[in-house]
């Protein structure tokens, strides 16, 4: 079965950093588009970035542009969210997710596979 196993989510100041990792098994990651979604409590969960299959294409979220940086390794079946300068609007459960095959999405419903979050909290 799919298992996508985010970590590396914790307490950061604000200007600070944190380094995501979504660890993928159960399906052939390297056919797949990935992306970090993110929610906040009483919001809906809304687009962060997005990475082609081979790492060259990325999307990202107009207001994470220039502080945080969407990576994947196919030989170890993870995805990365490298974030800098956070600030406390970034707090959020933050997920990453597979998308359909090989689509380089942005939309909730592109992505077929999600992981449980982990949570970032940005204090300022």
């Known amino acids: 079965q799919v298992q996508l196993v985010e970590s590396g989510g914790g307490l950061a100041q604000a200007g600070g950093s944190l380094r995501l990792s979504c660890a993928a098994s159960g399906l052939t990651f390297s056919s797949r588009g990935m992306g970090w979604f993110r929610q906040s409590p009483g919001k809906e969960r809304e687009f962060v970035a997005s990475i082609s299959t081979n790492g060259v294409n990325t999307y990202y979220f107009d207001s994470v542009k220039g502080r945080f940086t969407i990576s994947r390794d196919n030989a170890k079946n993870t995805v990365y969210l490298q974030m800098n300068s956070l600030k406390p609007e970034d707090t959020a459960l933050y997920y990453c997710?597979?998308?359909?095959?090989?689509?380089?999405?942005?939309?909730?419903?592109?992505?077929?596979?999600w992981g449980q979050g982990t949570q970032v909290t940005v204090s300022s």
């Open positions: 997710a597979a998308a359909r095959l090989r689509i380089l999405g942005r939309f909730a419903n592109q992505y077929d596979y």
